[in-house]
């Protein structure tokens, strides 16, 4: 079946840092979205993309779909405490109503 | 809003016994989803419904069934619960042709 590969799995980094975190497939998507987890929470939608090159913010939080239509980026500006979580990536693959989830980033942020 | 609600938050069950779990939307969203979070395994799709009155499989459907009883709700049922089933659950939804999904909140089955 369809796959997303989610990079890195976890990382910790200094409060004030950026952060990068993409997702790749192995075919096409339509959209591409990322989602915040915060313990016994469901995902919390943070961007949504559309178009391959679309480039989206949110606050601190920029996201790209890839020109191949196979990838995207995430990236976080100027990282707080309140950051920490799990990352998802996921897609809508074309032709279908389905989303396919990365298997996620775990951010932890050292004041 | 309410947005997705899902019902019951935690459930312990013993192998063998069924239950099922509810999902309530108030957004008119047409296509509802089921997924199950297992640790290190991100979500993965068990059924969806693209629309009232159809449903299909998703990545693991095995040993589970799925109702669209209406626009708003979709349940997912365990027939013969089994300790492979333990997870958190979430139900999710969507208008379709915008593709952003919104999930409730969990169900953590436990099966023992």
């Known amino acids: 079946g369809q796959q997303l590969n989610q990079s890195p799995q976890s990382m910790f980094i200094q409060e004030g840092e950026d952060v990068s975190m993409n997702c790749t497939s192995s075919s096409i998507f339509n959209t591409w979205l990322w989602y915040k987890q915060d313990p016994g929470e469901g995902p919390v939608l943070l961007i949504a993309l559309y178009k391959a090159g679309e480039l989206t913010s949110n606050g601190r939080l920029t996201a790209q779909f890839g020109i191949t239509r196979k990838d995207s980026f995430l990236n976080i500006s100027a990282s707080i405490p309140s950051d920490v979580g799990i990352y998802f990536c996921?897609?809508?693959?074309?032709?279908?109503?389905?989303?396919?989830f990365g298997t996620g980033t775990r951010l932890k942020v050292l004041a | 809003n309410a947005g997705v609600t899902q019902t019951p938050k935690f459930q312990v069950l013993k192998t063998g016994q069924s239950m099922t779990l509810q999902c309530a939307q108030d957004?008119?969203?047409?296509?509802m989803y089921w997924y199950r979070q297992d640790p290190g395994m991100g979500l993965r799709l068990i059924y969806y419904?693209?629309?009232?009155?159809?449903?299909d499989k998703g990545e693991v459907p095995n040993g589970y069934n799925v109702s669209r009883l209406n626009k708003r709700e979709f349940s997912l049922r365990l027939e013969s619960a089994a300790p492979s089933q333990t997870s958190v659950y979430f139900c999710?939804?969507?208008?379709?042709?915008?593709?952003?999904?919104?999930f409730g909140q969990g169900t953590r089955l436990t099966v023992v």
């Open positions: 996921a897609g809508q693959p074309v032709g279908t109503y389905k989303y396919i």
């Open positions: 957004m008119n969203h047409n296509s």
């Open positions: 999710a939804s969507s208008e379709a042709q915008l593709g952003e999904a919104f």
């Open positions: 419904s693209a629309s009232e009155g159809t449903t």
